[in-house]
């Protein structure tokens, strides 16, 4: 262990969530959440870091139209087990009937218990759009179905739906997304079914429910390709979309009938039907 390490504190005057979601696809580590704040710590000098959030700050003012100013402070600690005290900062995630827990806390008895390791992407589950596709599922998905879950990431909702006895493929253009998915799943005692880099328009296979959490753009860009791998009266779950954007992606998909809307925040999660 070095005698240093170096701390990020990382303090965004607003849209939180996605500042979350750039921290989660960027930093090679785990990072702590509370009260708005993000705090990064690494043996490493996180100058590079510090700059990379900055302009993401700025490129979001002007993909928005809004000012985002983000605080931005470094510190150079003496060495702790700060490793331990990070373990504490992670808290499970329920939202019933999963249970998603980091390695070093107990399952949940009577849970369908989900374990991540926080290098692989642990923290999805606090996501508002991660907790509300569990939801979905929790809702949607049945015993035996076939199940397609596109952009899997980490692999929690391909995991959950394989907790709930489905039959599940996962696919997604990251590399890194498509191995971390295999390893969580392994990690999970579960199997996936097919596993592949790419999109949906490389399956020839159709499904009893189909999801994608991503974002609105993507989705509505992707229309035809989740449509086709639909079986007839399928269940489409769409999610990472903001509640601005609803409509959009709404009326790229206006031949399903809309099941279920689950918002928490300001992201909304569709249950859609063909």
């Not at 993909?63 to 373990?87: G, M, R």
């Not at 739906?161 to 590399?175: P, Y």
């Not at 199997?191 to 959490?213: C, H, P």
Request: negative net charge; proline residues 4%.
């Amino acid at each position: 262990m070095q005698e240093f390490y170096h701390e990020l504190v990382v303090r965004p005057s607003s849209h939180h969530s996605l500042f979350s979601d750039f921290l989660s696809d960027t930093l090679p580590v785990g990072f702590e959440e509370s009260d708005n704040t993000f705090i990064i710590r690494s043996e490493d000098e996180l100058d590079t870091m510090a700059w990379g959030i900055e302009q993401f700050a700025e490129a979001l003012s002007k993909a928005l139209h809004q000012p985002i100013d983000v605080e931005i402070e470094t510190f150079k600690k003496q060495n702790s087990d700060w490793i331990a005290t990070y373990q504490d900062s992670i808290t499970p995630v329920e939202v019933a009937p999963f249970y998603i827990h980091p390695t070093w806390c107990e399952p949940k008895d009577g849970a369908l218990n989900i374990v991540l390791d926080p290098a692989l992407a642990f923290g999805t589950g606090h996501h508002p759009t991660t907790a509300s596709c569990l939801s979905a599922i929790a809702l949607s998905v049945s015993e035996k179905e076939t199940v397609l879950d596109v952009g899997c990431g980490s692999g929690i909702l391909a995991i959950a739906a394989a907790k709930k006895g489905a039959i599940v493929d996962v696919c997604d253009t990251d590399i890194i997304s498509v191995d971390n998915a295999k390893i969580n799943a392994e990690l999970n005692q579960v199997n996936f079914r097919n596993v592949w880099e790419g999109s949906a328009s490389l399956s020839n296979t159709q499904y009893d429910v189909v999801i994608a959490n991503i974002v609105a753009d993507v989705l509505v860009f992707i229309e035809k390709d989740l449509k086709k791998v639909l079986k007839p009266q399928a269940k489409l779950v769409l999610s990472g979309i903001l509640d601005k954007y609803e409509d959009k992606v709404l009326r790229a998909y206006s031949d399903c009938s809309v099941i279920k809307r689950i918002t928490q925040d300001e992201w909304v999660t569709l249950i859609l039907q063909k």
